[in-house]
T-cell receptor, first 111, second 113 residues
């Protein structure tokens, strides 16, 4: 199946720092989604992107749909302790296809 | 409004035993999904359903069966559990398109000895 490479695999940062993570694929995706999973819970949708070049914000989170349609980026500004968790990218390669998930970026924030 | 619920939360099985995981949603969603989550591999789709009475295979369907007899319930069965099926299983539901927000349950942690 489709492969999504998510990096970094983990990050340990100081509270207040900005965070960047990305997701890449060798093939084109029509839709990119970013989910967050808190410890012991299921993932929750953060941001959805539907057009190449699209830049969307949700509070301190900003995500972009790469212009090549093969990548997406998520930035978190001024991190706080509750940002801790695993962030997953997910993509839909073509209309009607199921989502493919990346391996996740585990974020740890030091107060 | 409970959202998506899963039972049980934890289970330990011996190799060869069978079990059924239950997923229920009260949001009147058409689509329901079963995923498994393994370390470093993200979520992989096992089976999904686009409506009551329908099921389809996902990326990793082998060793699992599903049923959607009622719109609100999606059952995942393991007929003969194997250690490779040790994982955390998540159910999700969504309105009517794959890219509609998928609402996830809290997960079931399954260990097969």
């Amino acid at each position: 199946g489709q492969q999504l490479n998510q990096s970094p695999q983990s990050m340990f940062i100081q509270e207040g720092e900005d965070v960047s993570m990305n997701c890449t694929s060798s093939s084109i995706f029509n839709t990119w989604l970013w989910y967050k999973q808190d410890p012991g819970e299921g993932p929750v949708l953060l941001i959805a992107l539907y057009k190449a070049g699209e830049l969307t914000s949700n509070g301190r989170l900003t995500a972009q749909f790469g212009i090549t349609r093969k990548d997406s980026f998520l930035n978190i500004s001024a991190s706080i302790p509750s940002d801790v968790g695993i962030y997953f990218c997910a993509g839909q390669p073509a209309a009607g296809n199921m989502l493919t998930f990346g391996g996740g970026t585990r974020l740890m924030v030091k107060p | 409004n409970a959202g998506v619920t899963q039972t049980p939360k934890f289970r330990v099985l011996k190799t060869g035993q069978s079990m059924t995981l239950l997923c229920a949603q009260d949001m009147n969603h058409e689509y329901m999904y079963w995923y498994r989550q393994d370390p470093g591999m993200g979520l992989r789709l096992i089976h999904y359903s686009v409506g009551e009475g329908t099921t389809a295979k996902g990326e990793v369907p082998d060793g699992y069966n599903v049923s959607r007899l009622k719109k609100q319930n999606f059952l995942l069965g393991l007929e003969s559990a194997a250690p490779s099926q040790t994982s955390v299983y998540f159910c999700a539901s969504g309105l009517s398109e794959v890219t509609d927000t998928q609402y996830f349950g809290p997960g079931t942690r399954l260990t097969v000895l």
